[in-house]
Protein backbone atom coordinates (compact mmCIF):
# COMPACT_ATOMS: atom_id res chain seq x y z
CA UNK A 1 0.00 0.00 0.00
CA UNK A 2 2.27 2.72 -1.53
CA UNK A 3 1.21 6.42 -0.63
CA UNK A 4 0.13 9.08 -2.62
CA UNK A 5 3.00 11.05 -3.78
CA UNK A 6 2.60 14.63 -3.05
CA UNK A 7 4.93 17.95 -2.48
CA UNK A 8 6.38 18.29 0.91
CA UNK A 9 5.39 22.25 0.93
CA UNK A 10 4.12 24.59 -1.34
CA UNK A 11 3.79 28.75 -0.86
CA UNK A 12 2.31 31.80 -2.15
CA UNK A 13 1.42 35.47 -0.92
CA UNK A 14 -2.26 36.38 -0.47
CA UNK A 15 -4.38 36.58 -3.02
CA UNK A 16 -2.50 34.41 -5.17
CA UNK A 17 -3.31 30.96 -6.52
CA UNK A 18 -1.38 27.58 -5.76
CA UNK A 19 -1.73 23.98 -6.54
CA UNK A 20 -1.13 21.21 -4.71
CA UNK A 21 -0.70 17.92 -7.00
CA UNK A 22 -1.26 14.30 -5.65
CA UNK A 23 0.17 11.50 -7.48
CA UNK A 24 -0.95 7.85 -7.71
CA UNK A 25 -1.64 5.04 -10.09
CA UNK A 26 -4.12 3.39 -12.29
CA UNK A 27 -5.33 1.42 -9.45
CA UNK A 28 -5.93 4.19 -7.65
CA UNK A 29 -6.30 7.84 -8.78
CA UNK A 30 -6.37 6.71 -11.83
CA UNK A 31 -8.76 3.93 -11.50
CA UNK A 32 -11.62 5.66 -9.41
CA UNK A 33 -13.07 8.99 -9.14
CA UNK A 34 -13.22 8.70 -4.71
CA UNK A 35 -10.16 10.92 -4.55
CA UNK A 36 -10.88 13.51 -1.57
CA UNK A 37 -8.85 16.43 -0.14
CA UNK A 38 -8.20 16.91 4.09
CA UNK A 39 -7.24 20.16 5.56
CA UNK A 40 -5.48 19.50 9.08
CA UNK A 41 -4.11 22.45 11.71
CA UNK A 42 -1.58 22.18 14.60
CA UNK A 43 -3.40 20.24 17.17
CA UNK A 44 -7.14 19.80 15.13
CA UNK A 45 -8.69 17.26 13.18
CA UNK A 46 -8.41 17.18 9.52
CA UNK A 47 -11.62 18.56 7.88
CA UNK A 48 -12.79 16.94 4.50
CA UNK A 49 -12.61 19.92 1.73
CA UNK A 50 -12.93 18.22 -1.50
CA UNK A 51 -14.82 14.67 -2.03
CA UNK A 52 -15.50 12.56 -5.16
CA UNK A 53 -12.28 14.78 -7.03
CA UNK A 54 -14.31 18.52 -7.24
CA UNK A 55 -17.15 18.25 -5.00
CA UNK A 56 -17.05 20.59 -1.90
CA UNK A 57 -19.09 20.17 0.72
CA UNK A 58 -21.24 22.36 2.76
CA UNK A 59 -19.03 25.36 4.74
CA UNK A 60 -16.00 24.64 2.41
CA UNK A 61 -15.12 27.95 0.75
CA UNK A 62 -15.43 27.86 -2.78
CA UNK A 63 -11.99 29.04 -3.13
CA UNK A 64 -11.27 25.49 -2.49
CA UNK A 65 -11.39 23.37 -5.98
CA UNK A 66 -10.52 19.93 -7.29
CA UNK A 67 -9.53 18.40 -10.78
CA UNK A 68 -7.92 14.87 -11.87
CA UNK A 69 -5.99 14.14 -14.97
CA UNK A 70 -4.90 10.55 -15.19
CA UNK A 71 -3.47 9.36 -12.15
CA UNK A 72 -2.53 13.03 -10.30
CA UNK A 73 -5.30 14.67 -8.69
CA UNK A 74 -5.20 18.16 -7.79
CA UNK A 75 -6.01 20.45 -5.21
CA UNK A 76 -6.22 24.25 -6.02
CA UNK A 77 -6.86 27.25 -3.48
CA UNK A 78 -7.71 30.74 -5.43
CA UNK A 79 -7.00 34.06 -3.46
CA UNK A 80 -4.88 32.64 -0.77
CA UNK A 81 -5.95 33.73 2.80
CA UNK A 82 -3.65 33.34 6.15
CA UNK A 83 -6.20 30.82 7.48
CA UNK A 84 -5.68 28.63 4.39
CA UNK A 85 -1.83 27.99 5.99
CA UNK A 86 -2.10 24.12 7.19
CA UNK A 87 -1.05 20.66 5.70
CA UNK A 88 -3.36 19.56 3.02
CA UNK A 89 -3.35 15.82 2.19
CA UNK A 90 -5.02 13.98 -0.47
CA UNK A 91 -6.29 10.30 -0.63
CA UNK A 92 -7.99 7.85 -2.71
CA UNK A 93 -9.71 4.20 -2.58
CA UNK A 94 -8.09 1.30 -4.42
CA UNK A 95 -10.20 -1.50 -4.92
CA UNK A 96 -8.35 -5.04 -5.18
CA UNK A 97 -8.40 -8.19 -3.10
CA UNK A 98 -8.15 -6.07 0.00
CA UNK A 99 -10.57 -2.86 -0.16
CA UNK A 100 -8.06 -0.01 1.42
CA UNK A 101 -7.72 3.58 1.56
CA UNK A 102 -4.32 5.20 0.94
CA UNK A 103 -3.21 8.77 1.94
CA UNK A 104 -0.34 11.54 0.35
CA UNK A 105 2.46 12.16 2.46
CA UNK A 106 0.97 15.64 3.02
CA UNK A 107 1.69 19.11 2.09
CA UNK A 108 2.70 21.84 3.79
CA UNK A 109 0.90 25.24 2.75
CA UNK A 110 2.70 28.29 4.00
CA UNK A 111 1.05 31.75 2.79
CA UNK A 112 4.19 34.56 2.95
CA UNK B 1 -24.58 18.22 16.64
CA UNK B 2 -22.61 16.44 15.40
CA UNK B 3 -19.51 14.50 17.29
CA UNK B 4 -17.38 12.13 17.89
CA UNK B 5 -14.92 11.46 21.08
CA UNK B 6 -12.27 8.85 21.40
CA UNK B 7 -10.82 7.58 24.33
CA UNK B 8 -8.69 5.23 25.95
CA UNK B 9 -4.84 6.29 24.51
CA UNK B 10 -2.13 5.92 26.98
CA UNK B 11 1.48 4.71 27.23
CA UNK B 12 2.42 0.80 26.34
CA UNK B 13 5.18 -1.20 26.22
CA UNK B 14 6.37 -3.05 23.07
CA UNK B 15 4.04 -6.07 22.51
CA UNK B 16 1.50 -4.88 25.02
CA UNK B 17 -2.48 -4.54 24.40
CA UNK B 18 -4.44 -1.56 24.14
CA UNK B 19 -8.30 -0.42 23.45
CA UNK B 20 -9.34 2.75 22.10
CA UNK B 21 -13.46 3.71 21.93
CA UNK B 22 -14.84 6.33 20.14
CA UNK B 23 -18.30 7.83 21.49
CA UNK B 24 -20.67 9.21 18.39
CA UNK B 25 -23.30 11.58 18.67
CA UNK B 26 -25.61 13.76 16.66
CA UNK B 27 -26.21 11.28 13.48
CA UNK B 28 -27.98 8.33 13.29
CA UNK B 29 -24.90 5.61 14.14
CA UNK B 30 -25.93 2.38 13.05
CA UNK B 31 -26.40 3.60 8.98
CA UNK B 32 -23.17 4.89 8.82
CA UNK B 33 -19.65 3.49 8.38
CA UNK B 34 -16.77 4.00 10.50
CA UNK B 35 -13.28 4.05 10.55
CA UNK B 36 -10.21 4.73 12.31
CA UNK B 37 -6.90 7.04 11.26
CA UNK B 38 -4.12 7.54 12.45
CA UNK B 39 -1.02 9.73 12.39
CA UNK B 40 2.42 9.72 13.87
CA UNK B 41 4.58 12.25 15.17
CA UNK B 42 6.19 14.08 12.10
CA UNK B 43 4.60 12.11 9.61
CA UNK B 44 1.37 11.80 7.41
CA UNK B 45 -1.64 10.45 8.15
CA UNK B 46 -2.49 6.90 7.23
CA UNK B 47 -5.74 5.05 7.36
CA UNK B 48 -6.08 2.26 9.81
CA UNK B 49 -8.61 0.56 9.62
CA UNK B 50 -13.14 0.01 8.37
CA UNK B 51 -16.05 -1.17 9.88
CA UNK B 52 -19.61 -1.36 7.75
CA UNK B 53 -22.76 -0.11 9.18
CA UNK B 54 -23.72 -3.58 10.85
CA UNK B 55 -20.53 -4.87 10.89
CA UNK B 56 -20.62 -7.04 7.83
CA UNK B 57 -17.44 -5.79 6.22
CA UNK B 58 -14.11 -5.14 7.89
CA UNK B 59 -10.95 -3.89 6.01
CA UNK B 60 -7.56 -3.48 7.59
CA UNK B 61 -4.41 -1.75 6.41
CA UNK B 62 -1.58 -4.20 5.88
CA UNK B 63 0.45 -2.76 8.26
CA UNK B 64 -2.02 -3.81 11.55
CA UNK B 65 -3.61 -7.02 9.71
CA UNK B 66 -3.64 -9.76 12.46
CA UNK B 67 -2.76 -6.90 15.14
CA UNK B 68 -5.98 -5.28 15.60
CA UNK B 69 -9.57 -5.41 15.73
CA UNK B 70 -12.22 -3.28 14.40
CA UNK B 71 -15.77 -3.30 16.46
CA UNK B 72 -18.90 -1.63 17.37
CA UNK B 73 -21.75 -1.68 19.14
CA UNK B 74 -24.58 0.35 17.31
CA UNK B 75 -27.08 0.10 20.43
CA UNK B 76 -24.09 1.96 22.56
CA UNK B 77 -23.09 4.20 19.34
CA UNK B 78 -19.47 3.30 20.37
CA UNK B 79 -16.88 2.40 17.79
CA UNK B 80 -13.35 0.45 19.18
CA UNK B 81 -9.65 -0.81 17.88
CA UNK B 82 -8.74 -3.47 19.98
CA UNK B 83 -4.93 -3.34 19.22
CA UNK B 84 -2.54 -6.12 20.24
CA UNK B 85 1.39 -6.82 20.05
CA UNK B 86 1.88 -3.01 19.58
CA UNK B 87 5.38 -1.73 18.06
CA UNK B 88 7.03 1.53 18.56
CA UNK B 89 6.17 2.29 15.06
CA UNK B 90 2.22 2.05 16.29
CA UNK B 91 3.21 5.15 18.03
CA UNK B 92 0.12 7.98 16.81
CA UNK B 93 -2.47 10.06 17.34
CA UNK B 94 -5.75 7.86 16.43
CA UNK B 95 -8.86 9.36 14.93
CA UNK B 96 -12.10 7.60 14.44
CA UNK B 97 -13.86 9.26 11.34
CA UNK B 98 -17.40 8.62 9.19
CA UNK B 99 -17.56 8.29 5.95
CA UNK B 100 -19.41 10.40 4.04
CA UNK B 101 -21.93 7.85 2.99
CA UNK B 102 -22.13 4.10 3.70
CA UNK B 103 -19.17 2.55 2.03
CA UNK B 104 -15.06 2.30 2.05
CA UNK B 105 -14.96 4.33 -0.69
CA UNK B 106 -16.32 7.22 0.49
CA UNK B 107 -14.85 10.28 2.09
CA UNK B 108 -14.65 11.18 5.89
CA UNK B 109 -16.68 14.11 6.51
CA UNK B 110 -16.57 13.92 10.54
CA UNK B 111 -13.88 13.36 13.07
CA UNK B 112 -12.96 12.94 16.41
CA UNK B 113 -10.07 15.15 18.21
CA UNK B 114 -8.14 12.03 18.10
CA UNK B 115 -6.25 9.83 21.65
CA UNK B 116 -2.34 9.58 21.68
CA UNK B 117 -1.35 6.16 21.61
CA UNK B 118 2.67 6.15 23.08
CA UNK B 119 4.43 2.70 22.31
CA UNK B 120 7.29 2.79 24.12
CA UNK B 121 9.71 0.81 27.27
Known amino acids: QSALTQPASVSGSPGQSITISCTGTSSDIGGNNYVSWYQQNPGKAPRLMIYEVSNRPSGVSDRFSGSKSGSTASLTISGLQAEDEADYYCTSYISSSSHYVVFGGGTKLTVL | EVQLVESGGGLVEPGGSLRLSCAASGFIFDTQSMNWVRRAPGKGLEWVSYISSGSSYIFYADSVKGRFTISRDNAKTSLYLQMNSLRPEDTAMYYC??????????????WGQGTMVTVSS
Open chain 2, 97 to 110: AKNRLPGVHEAFDI
